[in-house]
């Protein structure tokens, strides 16, 4: 792996430009800026905006790669004019979005009609601080990154009802009701397909899980738990076939209806940051992360960021599946999704870390054709 | 009793049967279309272009379009002048009153040639105008593209569709059947004063005025005052325009089976 | 809380308000109101010369044109007294029942699409351009077609269409089982779908609830074969039935009507390519063959005594049984028509089978419906 790391990057881009900077100013002036304590500054702000650029532009080219997916799915091309094959296209739209008047209801409530939007954003901006991407390529090295993460992802269901209730609209009021019950409801067995995972790992560090996996992924042996978290996910990131809050046919746009221009773009895009968070965690939960298994000749890995390249190949392919069944599947209804949800969902969970704690104790992860790593 | 998938099975048996259906289904979709989907990217490919035609190709065997699609297309119209006879037919035929005859140059100036002048944002492309034209010359063509930013844009003056015209873009062959025996030009001689307005107005020429014999006065009875002359209606010539019937001063003319 | 769904909605497929009073996400009342998509067709009607008024019917039913074609044809020709050659009623049966698959396809397009199944929608809309494409061929639209005259048809087929059609025939059939995966084949389709909305065959009758719903009650009724018009009764299919009332239920007689659709099809094809003849009756008076009048001196032409007369007819319409009433007073024009909307009365019925369903029960059943409001308004 190579030892260039985010932060090393921003830290040596800050120092670069601090350079440039002062060689500007005269000495005292030059002195500080050049002093560590502003080029650590400058180096987290940097952290920060490639942090952002690098989630909002994947954000973008998930939306142009499932606009692609889903076009073949239904025998079309998906976009194809702006940019080669329709690339830019995306970019179009934000731009076309973010120039519009945001129109706001007379009877709306401001204060929770603007909040919302820009909570809900920021909050799925947060989680990438938080997840690494590769080797040395995350915001920190916290040892409850998963919980973090998951914490932070579950503040999503509050500001949808704020934006839904202070709409005052009827279909954002119920698209609303219908989210955060959906949300809640599948908080829970998403956790505890975690935990799952958890058992086996030994960690809640998403680095430390990765590297648990460097022998063998955990999508085999805990596949119950796999499938319990890539559904849960599905309601969490409101895609079909869970998609009831903004279900088109009967709400409209569910909590969103009132929305648009830019803040309609936010809650598009917090959507498919959303997706993108989603897919992350499926990979570096069950699907080794940006590791590859040992068959795989280490020559073919030795390219420079390889180990980024790898995560986002894996994380476009996870998210390629959700497309695939938001083309095939029709959309559930609020009773029997929050049936499943209970029901099925928790017992399955359940099941899942009693299996997991099963192949921990009983050590039978080898059956699986893998070598456990020192830790397990 | 439909489809063999639902006589005997009930949802639930096999979820994971139940929900896999569907997905190879669109998966199976999904393979056929990665390097052949079945739409093409219009304005830059189109579909009465036969290479981009066999290239959607949605059925197996021959593409979309075989036989005579396009060719038997109602689009916008073409209009040869030098054929029009005035007849006013189309304007008269036309539903959507969206056909207005106007002047234009090249006839003699008591009697200007007019030709029809359509406005696109009335017209429903019925084809009823071009089914009435009796000569031929207003017909349909296959351009389906009619889009401008002014409704003024959208009359279309006799001048520019002979312009489309001189494209020599496919014709609408489709032309409606003639009925066999006609309804005629018939007259009621007694109304008739002569005038001569039926056959200067006819577009074909097929009326002519023929002399009739001045009747003898009869006692007590005063011979009425007119020219002497009666229109004769050929009616191999007559495309049944009823130019006539509306130009006749004493509503005189009437159609009708003739003995 | 009363929520109005529409005139603007996703659900609706057309212009028309559902009025829906909801106790959480149940549905307790609902109040259909129509009437925003009236263009006055049947008043615009009495002003046109019977052929021209072929051209608002394709307006009527904007997925069924040709069915409403017919329709007011079979009533028109009745009131005139006109009977068209056996060819043209061969060439009207062809255009009905690709009508009829056409129509269908585009209600199980809108209707999956209702539920979120997504790419159902596009398939069912390719599927549907084959038809539009032989419709093209022969009548010269791919919508609007204006193909059918008082006493015939416009136009015979292009050469070739025949074989064509059987190859879009034989696609088809492939496709109705690819439909069948989707839907049928998908847990979560049967289970929004089974035991919804149903309306049983007793309330189907009281309501005048017609088509697809009343078969899909077990009732077999179907114009087709219970008052023959044109040619069917030389032609060999069977009425799809199916039990349950359900949503799934009209799933399935739609469905197998659509087969039974290709059936038919293949008769009237073999038929057509052995009977070359005329397709516009002969004797048809001038001014029924190119209609016309000089504008402003219509009163000229009334100088003749047409025949007067009343004409009726009712045709198993892709929604229902429709049915149409001109008047003829001898003059140009119809002294007045009439028309029955089949999706008037099946939507009209709502109550009866909207309520104690959930809001999100709403589009599948509305979509079972088969809304089209062109002809609901007229």
Redesign the interface.
């Known amino acids: 792996m190579s030892t260039v790391t985010l932060f090393s990057v921003s830290y040596d881009l800050s120092t670069v430009i601090a350079r440039g900077v002062a060689s500007v100013f005269p000495q005292p002036i030059h002195g500080w800026i050049l002093s560590s304590d502003v080029v650590l500054g400058f180096a987290i702000l940097f952290f920060a905006i490639i942090l952002l650029a690098a989630s909002m532009i994947n954000t973008i080219m998930l939306i142009w790669w499932e606009r692609k997916l ?8 998906g976009a ?2 702006v940019g080669y094959a329709g690339l830019l296209q995306n970019f179009a739209d934000g731009f076309k979005l973010f120039r519009k008047f945001t129109v706001r209801p007379r009877e709306a409530d401001s204060a929770g009609f603007y909040f919302g939007p820009t909570a809900y954003m920021a909050t799925s901006l947060i989680i990438f601080g938080v997840l690494p991407i590769s080797t040395g390529w995350n915001g920190g090295t916290l040892p409850l990154t998963l919980l973090l993460a998951l914490v932070i992802f579950s503040f999503a269901p509050l500001f949808i009802f704020v934006s839904a209730w202070s709409s005052n609209n ?2 954002s009021l ?1 698209g609303g009701m219908r989210s955060a019950a959906q949300m809640i409801a599948y908080e829970v067995p998403i956790l505890l397909a975690v935990v799952a995972v958890v058992i086996v790992a030994g960690s809640f560090d998403l680095t430390t899980i990765v590297y648990e996996q460097q022998n063998y992924w955990f999508w085999g042996p805990l596949v119950v738990a796999l499938i319990v978290f890539v559904a849960g996910m599905l309601a969490e990131m409101e895609r ?2 869970f ?2 809050p903004e ?6 746009e569910g909590w969103n209806t009132e929305y648009g221009g830019m803040l309609f773009a936010f809650f598009m895009l917090a959507d498919y940051l959303r997706g993108l968070v989603g897919s992350f965690l499926v990979v570096l939960l069950f699907l080794g992360g940006w590791t590859l298994p040992t068959w795989v000749p280490s020559s073919l890995t030795s390219f420079p960021l390889a180990g980024i390249v790898i995560f986002m190949v894996k994380t476009y392919l996870v998210f390629g599946l959700f497309v ?13 999704l929050l049936r499943v949800g209970w029901n099925r969902m928790i017992p399955l969970s359940l099941l899942a870390i009693f299996l997991a704690a099963v192949l921990v104790t009983v050590k039978c992860l080898p059956l699986f054709g893998c070598v456990p790593s020192p830790g397990v | 009793m439909a489809s063999e998938i639902t006589a005997k099975e009930k949802p639930g048996e096999n979820p994971i049967l139940w ?1 896999a259906r ?2 190879a ?3 199976r ?2 393979g ?3 390097f052949r ?3 093409i ?1 219009y304005p830059y490919e189109r579909l009465e272009d036969p290479k981009f035609r066999e290239k959607v190709a949605v059925a197996p065997g021959k593409p979309i379009g075989v036989g005579q699609v396009w060719d038997n297309y109602r689009g916008v119209h073409a209009l040869n002048i030098s054929t029009c006879i005035s007849c006013n037919l189309c304007a008269f035929s036309c539903p959507d009153l969206c056909i207005e005859m106007v002047t234009v140059p090249g006839g003699d100036p008591k009697h200007p040639k007019k030709c029809p002048q359509i406005d696109y944002g009335k017209c429903s492309y019925c084809g009823f105008c071009s089914d009435a034209c009796p000569e031929g010359c207003l017909t349909m063509t296959t351009r389906y593209e009619n889009s401008t930013s002014k409704r003024s844009e959208m009359v279309f003056s006799p001048q520019r569709m002979l312009e489309i015209y001189q494209h020599k873009l496919p014709m609408n062959p489709i032309r409606l059947a003639r009925p066999a025996n006609e309804d005629s030009i018939l007259l009621e001689p007694p109304l008739c004063i002569g005038c001569n307005a039926c056959a200067r107005d006819c577009p074909t020429q097929c009326i002519t005025m023929l002399d009739i014999p001045k009747p003898e006065a009869k006692p007590g009875e005063k011979v009425p005052k007119r020219i002497w002359k009666e229109p004769v209606v050929n009616d191999s010539d007559c495309v049944r325009c009823g130019t006539c019937i509306s130009v006749c001063p004493k509503e005189c003319l009437f159609w009708g089976t003739r003995k | ?1 009363w ?1 109005n ?1 529409g005139p603007q ?3 609706t497929h057309g212009l028309w308000n559902l009025r829906v009073k909801i106790d959480g ?1 149940t549905v307790i009342d609902v109040d259909p109101e129509m009437g925003f998509l009236h263009r006055g067709i049947e008043k615009i009607s009495e002003d046109r010369h019977y052929n021209e008024v072929i051209t608002l019917m394709d307006r009527c039913c904007y997925v069924a044109g040709l069915a409403w074609e017919h329709l007011y044809i079979l009533s028109a020709e009745d009131a005139l007294h006109v009977k068209p050659p056996q060819r043209a009623e061969y060439l009207r049966v062809l255009c009905d029942e690709f009508q009829r698959i056409g129509s269908h396809i585009m209600w199980y397009a809108a209707f ?8 159902p ?3 069912g809309m ?1 599927d549907r351009d084959l038809i539009l494409d032989l419709f093209q061929s022969y009548t010269g639209a791919r919508l609007t077609y204006e193909y059918l005259r008082v006493g015939g048809v416009r136009s015979d087929l292009p050469p070739g269409f025949t074989a064509r059609a059987r190859e879009v025939l034989d696609w088809l059939d492939a496709r109705f089982g690819e439909y069948d995966q ?1 839907c049928l084949g ?1 847990d ?2 049967r ?2 779908c089974d035991n919804l909305g149903i309306l049983k065959a007793s309330d189907c009758v009281a309501h005048g609830v017609t088509g697809p719903m009343l078969r899909s009650a077990g009732m077999k009724r179907d114009l087709r074969k219970d008052r023959p018009y044109s040619v069917y009764r030389q032609l060999d299919f069977d009425v799809a039935v199916a039990e349950g009332a359900d949503v799934t239920a009209r799933y399935l007689v739609r469905m197998e009507e659509m087969r039974q659709s290709v059936r038919i099809l293949r008769q009237v094809l073999d038929w057509l390519d052995q009977n070359p003849g005329p397709v516009l009756a002969e004797n048809l008076p001038r001014w029924l063959g190119a209609p016309y009048a000089p504008i402003g001196r219509e009163g000229y032409l009334l100088k003749r005594n047409y025949p007067k007369g009343v004409g009726f007819s009712s045709v198993e319409e892709p929604h229902g049984e429709a049915q149409a009433y001109v008047v003829n007073e001898g003059g140009e024009h119809p002294y007045r028509v009439k028309f029955r909307s089949p999706v008037f009365a099946n939507i009209s019925a709502a109550r009866q089978y909207l309520v104690g369903y ?6 599948p059943i509305m ?1 079972s419906v088969d809304v089209c409001v062109g002809e609901v308004d007229r």
């Open positions: 889903l076009g073949r799915f239904m025998d079309r091309r194809m004019h009827k279909y119920m079909i076939p998609d009831l279900a088109e046919a009967e709400l409209v695939w069944v938001r083309a095939s599947l029709p959309r559930v209804r609020t009773d029997q | 929900v569907p997905m289904t669109a998966a979709q999904f056929k279309s990665l989907p079945s739409t990217i | 809380m929520i769904m909605h996703p659900m996400e999956v699409q209702d539920i979120g199944l997504m790419s929608f596009l398939y390719r989707l998908s979560i389709f289970k929004r959930h809001v999100a029960d709403i589009p979509g």
